[in-house]
């Protein structure tokens, strides 16, 4: 046989075009209120507590009442992607990885809105305020955890009928399982939890997340809310053009863009669950 018969080996390529993995879009985007934006920044005024005052006697003066009020500003940044495909890419490649781009771009812009809810739910909101944690973060995430965020919203009277949430990281769900005893009656529901099966326990729906937090002594910042705990502003919903390129060769342009902001509405809507996870 020809030493040369290897120049006729025929090499096959995939017609298809592989996405790594990575988070495809936005986790966060249906757990949060929603509010469009028109302009640079948006002022969200709040009615705070007011308190009934006795009538002691009869014929009395009407009382006034000053009905507490607050603001919050919500200020707006744009985002951008953009990627060239030339024709020649097409040819060699043997495959049209425009739409593969699209859904690359897609994804990105939702992972940049995570972290945009993220940091408004951590951070100084736009009054200086800032959120308090719920436990010490000398250990996971654990069901003790869990009972004093849930006390916390109660405590502060947020209406049970608003749905809460929880963004938790891979570990704290591992934490979960492992720090609750085989003989709990919320042993069962822990464990579906993990694999999968369900994703509500303790009145939170579980979101997991890997763009949260980690501090530099292996600690994670999670949190709980309420779902108008954090608004999301809308000045431009993600939106995407996918055109001919005459000043680069006419290669085809993806380009995805939006513009938004957000904002922890209340302090006692949002609470931070401070997780370790030291490896063992």
């Not at 290897?6 to 017609?15: E, K, L, N, P, R």
């Not at 640079?40 to 009442?65: C, E």
């Not at 002594?217 to 919903?237: I, P, Q, S």
Request: net charge negative; hydrophobic share 40%; aromatic share 6%.
């Amino acid at each position: 046989m020809s030493s040369q018969i290897t120049t006729g080996f025929v090499q096959q390529y995939s017609a298809n075009v592989q996405m790594l993995s990575q988070q495809m879009g936005s986790r966060l985007r249906d757990a949060v209120r929603i509010e469009n934006v028109i302009g640079k920044n948006a002022f969200i005024d709040q009615i705070g507590v007011a308190t009934a005052q006795l009538r002691t006697s009869r014929n009395a003066d009407t009382p006034q009442i000053d009905t507490p009020h607050g603001r919050r500003r919500l200020s707006l940044a744009d985002y951008e992607y953009a990627d060239l495909i030339d024709d020649q890419d097409k040819v060699r490649m043997l495959v049209d990885p425009t739409s593969s781009y699209a859904m690359a771009a897609a994804a990105a812009m939702g992972r940049a809105m995570d972290d945009v809810i993220i940091t408004a739910a951590t951070g100084t909101a736009s009054t200086g305020e800032t959120g308090s944690g719920s436990a010490s973060s000398n250990d996971g995430l654990t069901v003790a955890k869990l009972t004093e965020a849930k006390r916390k919203l109660d405590l502060a009277d947020v209406d049970p009928s608003i749905p809460r949430y929880i963004a938790v990281g891979p570990k704290q769900i591992e934490d979960l399982l492992g720090t609750t005893q085989v003989t709990s009656s919320d042993f069962n529901t822990v464990k579906a939890l993990v694999s999968g099966d369900v994703d509500t326990f303790m009145g939170f729906r579980f979101i997991m997340s890997n763009r949260l937090g980690v501090s530099a002594t292996d600690v994670r910042t999670c949190f709980a809310w309420a779902e108008d705990g954090l608004t999301l502003g809308m000045g431009k919903d993600i939106s995407a053009r996918i055109d001919e390129r005459a000043d680069k060769g006419y290669a085809t342009q993806v380009y995805y863009c939006m513009s938004i902001g957000a904002v922890r509405m209340e302090e006692n809507k949002v609470c931070q669950i401070f997780c370790d996870e030291t490896p063992d």
